[in-house]
């Protein structure tokens, strides 16, 4: 059985999407490649287009390229922000990022309702990056998102699944794919997401504050896949002590 | 020497406002001034410095504590955590600038500056056509970001001279700063229309004695005007604000921390600013006589003050300009900067190489092109980064 991530009507087999941000340009080829990637997130105000160091020179051919808002700090913002990005990228995704918040670098959930809103109906394939709130995701969905994209943990963090227990409730309430979007330290958290039942894991400080992206990012991809089929495996279920074996109710029917 | 003393003697109270100052309601001022008042510097013991490097957040105290004598022998260990939070935060993406200087004409007198209205420099104005035979010079090395500045002449570069800089630079770069006079916040609202989205002021030194001593006359003398700069171009709709005072020029410890706590003040009531600091070091221009604490500030006090900002406000740009030699921005790129000047000249004019040229601000030190910065950036395994900013 075919085991595919529909964003937008847009089928995918990986489930690892790639930051691209923090590491040298000349390293993005072989981390895509390694990480059997086939999603990556750049940010437009990066994008230097016709210029030197142009991330987009860099991008391996087949990938399908998710522009983030990085920078913008309103819905209007964001929204303008996406149109420039179509432009340049060529790519009806995006991802929504609202952030008011320098120091943290949380996502301003109202906001990114607005904007996905408005993007939504002109077409854009919307993937907003959250902080895992029922409502908000609900909204989000209502608005047209694609997916929804919570936060493990802050930024950048590495601190893992903080917030476990909120992505599970959006996992368990909400049709759209979740992809677990910033936090994720190391490749064990992503794996724990996947076996949680996230659609997919993005990953970006974890890889290139480590001191070999190309192979942390072969790393994550295992990980990834190991926790994906944990989850359709079916985990066993986790239990306190040790089953008695000879059970109360044995006498029943004897 | 006289005449000086006689001017600070007859000028006016540094901390009251001239006409037309917009007055704005913070308490930043006095909280900063008050915080920098109660530190002993000396008074730290090398335990607290430990328990500062141990602390995961570093608190204002800890902040104070890094910055004393006593964190001296414990600079390395300052280097190794700046280090890495600076890759955390930024990962390797450094950002390149020019700076572009486009009148020198002043009408304040700082001792210290090449140009305070007292020189007899060469006085330019780029025209028009002059600044974007500037602009085009620098696009064609490549650049994408540019620093727009300008000596403080309401008279000879006003508001409307320096839109009309910002309208013109938008046609070639994708991200435009500004450091220029201090302004008033419609005034910023419209440069921020215009195309600016950064403020650079530097307030020199936080201690309003040494400045009063320093600005002798002009608009720059009023201390709180200056002071509240950051906070008027935020309200006035900019991205980000910097920070520095001009090492060399006051005590090292209490303006490093005054500033740094003011950054940390400002950056929590307006959340989404986007804060950075530079670490000037004074360096000779024609006429300024240094005074003594100059020399005080060498090259270890510079290492701790940006190690210090760093770990106090990991989320805080760096920027470190051609004040500085070669060989120490390089290294502090591996440390804490995020940013860095390339092809720079404090001349006006100078750039597309025209007819008259306007004298320079003061002599700088790192004069390697674009190129060069760009090439020895990539060979110390970090990413140039030429754009970092959409302006929507």
Known sequence: MEDALILGGHKFTSRFILGSGKYSLELIKAAVENAGAEILTL???????????NILDYIPKGITLLPNTSGARTAQEAVRIARLAREVCGSDFVKIEVIRDSKYLLPDNYE?????????????????????????ARDLANAGAACVMPLGAPIGSNMGLVTKEFIQILIDEIDLPVIVDAGIGSPSQACEAMEMGAAAVMANTALATSGDIPAMAEAFKLAINAGRKAYLAGLGAVTGRASASSPLTGFIGE | MKEKQN??????????????????ESDILREVQHAADSVDFNAFTERDIKAALMRKHKTVQDFAALLSPAALPFLEEMAQQARQ?????????RSIFTPLYLANYCENYCVYCGFNCHNKINRLKLDEDGMEREMQAIAATGLREILLLTGESRSMSGVEYIASAVRLARKYFAVVGLEVYPLNSDEYAYLHECGADYVTVFQETYDVDAYAKLHLAGHKRVFPYRFYTQERALKGGMRGVAFAPLMGLSGFCRDIFACGLHAYLVQRKYPAAEISFSCPRLRPAEGNELPPEANGTDLR????????????????????????GAGVRDNLLQIVATKISAGVSTGIGTHSKQEREGDEQFEIDDNRSVDEVFNSIKKAGLQPVLTDGSYV
Not at chain 1, 43 to 53: E, I, K, P, Q, S
């Open chain 1, 112 to 136: 990114t309702i607005k904007a996905t809103e408005i993007l939504a109906a002109e077409g854009f394939v919307v993937m907003p990056y959250m902080y895992p709130d029922l409502n908000a």
């Open chain 2, 7 to 24: 001017l600070a003697a007859a000028a006016q109270d540094c901390m009251a406002y001239l006409p037309g100052m917009e007055i704005i």
């Open chain 2, 301 to 324: 006090h510079l290492v701790q003050a940006v190690c210090a900002y760093r770990l106090f406000m990991p989320q805080a740009g760096i920027t470190v300009s051609s004040r500085e």
């Open chain 2, 85 to 93: 939070l600076t890759f955390k935060w930024f990962g390797a993406a």
């Open chain 1, 43 to 53: 940010a437009l105000r990066r994008v230097n287009d016709g210029g030197m160091a």
